[in-house]
């Protein structure tokens, strides 16, 4: 296999992975905060992107034609409406049931996600059909032998990467991140040394949520076109993502994301059998690696085991 | 039998508000009910409701008809274009005797899953979309008619356009269900006879969302065309996908299952050039197709009738016309549609061989031209003012 091919294999696996990581950086923020799993996180995703396109179908009615500007507006209101929603439903799903079993909180969550999706399907206009999302970013492109670089998709894994550090870097270097990693760590001693507990879950779903709405942008930017069942399978990897990582650890849902992308380029391309089975190839390796490390690859430093 | 009470009360209180005003003497007529299943939720809901609707007009022009000696009631069940669920519903109306008979369905992988339904129930049923040839070959269901083409003739008419085109390479990805496998099948076939080749046969799942993997390598393989066996929703990432990894000088050969409006709203520019086949003609040329599309346009419906309105239109029609003539019946019903030779309907004169399948084998092959399907015939291309990808 020449070079130029590997080097679009891997900038393919690239573009996937930021997405998964996105999401599961999601995932695992929820977990390290109040040890729940919410199932919803993907169809917030899905109205996120859903947001930016009636965003932009709004502007253009008003006769912008900026694509910067376009742009700039959907991204506000994708990821402010997801902020809002993410702590909407904390508030009002999540913080209710913290006494109840977990399993409550998932289920809930679970159906939560489905109302969400079958709202886009029914109350988007025409939202069961796969809609066309804008290209606002320039499409020049460089070819070096099989390697077609494009100049959007370098920006989308650019500005990816900058959010992911600009995470890390908020978690680490501020009172804010301070107060999160408190919470996380334990939830008694926080209080009691006067961090407000309710502010920082809400805030750290806010957080969370604005990831998804920035993944559902990334999504529609880098396929053109999005549909009401994105979420769905963006959740499921980026569960299993943040899983095989080691729930709870930002580091490890990067890792998981980037690891599932590449399983499935290598279940692809590298194996003998149809494409057809990339899924079940990357799904059964992540099965085999919970196996083998059932608290992730890289494990919350304090982790409750059983 | 009570959990279905409140569903049967729902669908004959919609019944009551769609038929009110105008049928005030069609008190006296028994009121007979009929079937429809189709893909009305999910990505392929453009072709299912615009075939829903087709079929309501049907029911609606009869009960208009005061020659008509029934009044029917069309229920319209959603198969989400799922085997699972089109299973369920075909037995939600195989099972009530009081449906006389069905027009149903528009995906193969539904349609082939439901056969055995009908037949154990012994619903007549009259395929409307899709084009699976297995659905009326692999058994002799005599219950089973089907009023469209199959997918044999439509690829058949593919290769053939294409390799007199200068075509000879091509990529395959088709989706792993029964109607995209039967699609691959047909079409290597089809075009191993005029001396194509296929370089590399893809199999994807129906819900894929990213293709760059596939594509890649097809780049590396260089075909001059990809075919494409599959749905819209697919169909549409496919052809996106394509352009973002630079394999613009690539034909995109499509079948009957992109041939719709949203193939080319969710692709806009990129859809310019696309290939489509259906079985049968364009509505507004089929031999009946100004009155359906007349009237079809006279009843305000939300949506366009798509490629495959007018079948399920004559579908619905002939089985109103067997009810006219038979009665109530559903083994009499089946008994006469097996009989239906040289019959005249909006889609051409309808003959059921002795698998029950219209032996129609026109096609008409559609490109994507300045947003909108042309008929090959009628476009630039054809003429040769505008060249397709991948054309040396």
């Known amino acids: 296999m020449d070079l130029g091919l590997v080097a ?26 109040l040890d729940v799993i919410k199932f919803s996180h993907g169809d917030v995703l899905t109205v996120g992107a859903f947001t930016a396109l009636a965003s932009f179908i709004g502007l253009q009615s008003i006769g912008l034609t900026s694509d910067a500007v376009e742009l700039l507006a959907m991204l506000v209101a994708a990821i402010g409406a997801m902020a809002l929603l993410g702590a ?34 029914l109350f988007y206009p025409d939202g069961a059909n796969p809609k066309p999302f804008p290209r606002l970013l320039p499409a020049d492109s460089i070819n070096i032998g099989n390697f077609n670089l494009r100049l959007d998709n370098a920006i989308l894994l650019t500005v990816g990467a900058l959010v992911i550090v600009g995470l890390q870097l908020l978690l680490s270097r501020t009172k804010l991140g301070l107060a999160i990693r408190a919470v996380a760590q334990d939830e008694e001693t926080a209080k009691t ?96 690696l919970m196996a083998w490390r059932p608290t992730g690859l890289i494990p919350e430093k304090l982790s409750e085991r059983v | 039998m009570n959990r279905f009470l409140p569903l049967a009360a729902a669908f004959i209180f919609a019944g009551a508000l769609g038929v009110t005003g105008g049928v005030s003497s069609s008190y006296a007529k028994d009121k007979i009910k009929v079937g429809f299943i189709g893909p009305l939720t999910g990505g392929t809901s453009a072709n299912g409701l615009g075939g829903r609707n087709s079929a309501d007009l049907a029911v609606r022009l009869r009960n208009a008809d005061a020659k008509a000696r029934y009044e029917y009631e069309m229920v319209a069940l959603d198969d989400e274009c799922k085997p699972n669920v089109g299973v369920q519903q075909a037995t939600k109306l195989a099972t009530d005797k009081e449906i006389i008979a069905a027009a149903t369905h528009y995906c193969s992988a539904v349609a082939i899953a439901t056969v055995d339904v009908y037949h154990k129930f012994g619903l007549p049923v009259i395929v409307w979309g899709a084009v699976l040839p297995d659905i009326t070959y692999r058994n002799k269901y005599a219950e089973v008619h089907r009023v469209n083409g199959t997918m044999i003739n439509q690829n058949e008419r593919n290769a053939e356009l294409l390799s007199s085109l200068g075509y000879k390479t091509f990529a395959v990805i088709h989706d792993t269900t029964d109607y995209g496998k039967g699609h691959n099948k047909y079409f290597s076939e089809a075009l191993a006879k005029h001396g194509g080749q296929i370089v590399g046969t893809f199999g994807v799942t129906s819900d894929q969302q990213d293709f760059s ?44 299952g ?6 080319i709203d969710g692709l806009g520019k990129l859809a310019e050039g696309s290939l489509s086949f259906i079985e049968g003609g364009p509505t507004e040329r089929l031999p009946g197709g100004k009155f359906f599309l007349e009237k079809y ?11 495959y309105g007018g079948f399920a239109f004559a579908a619905m029609n002939l089985i109103l016309d067997t009810i006219e003539e038979v009665g109530p019946d559903r083994k009499k019903v089946q008994a006469t549609l097996n009989k239906v030779k040289d019959r005249d309907s909006i889609v051409g004169k309808i003959t059921f061989d002795d ?19 042309v008929v090959w015939e009628d476009s630039e291309y054809a003429s040769g003012k505008r060249k397709l990808l991948g054309q040396k």
């Open chain 1, 8 to 33: 679009q294999y891997t900038m393919n696996g690239l573009m996937l992975g930021m997405m998964y990581a996105l999401v599961a950086v999601g995932f695992t923020l929820f977990f390290g905060v």
């Open chain 1, 88 to 121: 909407l439903i904390a508030r009002a799903f999540i913080l209710p049931l913290r006494s109840a079993p977990a399993l409550n909180t998932l289920l809930i969550t679970l159906m939560l996600g489905t109302v969400l999706r079958e709202s886009v399907r």
């Open chain 1, 193 to 288: 040394m006067g961090v407000n507990f309710n502010a920082i879950v809400l805030t750290t779903f806010a957080i969370g949520s604005a990831l998804a709405a920035f993944a559902g942008l990334m999504n529609g930017l880098y396929y053109n076109e999005i549909n009401f069942g994105i979420g769905l399978y963006l959740g499921v990897v980026g569960f299993s993502a943040a899983i095989i990582g080691g729930l709870g650890s930002i580091y490890g849902a990067i890792l998981g994301g980037f690891l599932f992308a590449g399983l499935q380029t290598i279940g692809a391309v590298a194996l003998p059998f149809a494409s057809a089975y990339k899924d079940v190839f990357a799904f059964a390796v992540v099965i085999a």
């Open chain 2, 213 to 256: 993997a596939e594509l890649t390598q097809i780049k590396s393989l260089n075909p001059q065309g990809i075919y494409f066996g599959g749905l819209t929703p697919i169909g549409v990432r496919i052809r996106g996908q394509m352009d973002k990894l630079g394999l613009n000088d690539v034909l995109f050969d499509g079948t009957s």
């Open chain 2, 258 to 263: 992109i041939k719709s409006d949203s193939y």
């Open chain 2, 297 to 307: 346009n006279a009843q305000n419906y939300p949506n366009p009738p798509e490629a």
């Open chain 2, 355 to 373: 698998h029950g399948q219209n032996t129609v084998a026109l096609i008409t092959a559609f490109v994507a031209q300045d947003g909108k399907w």
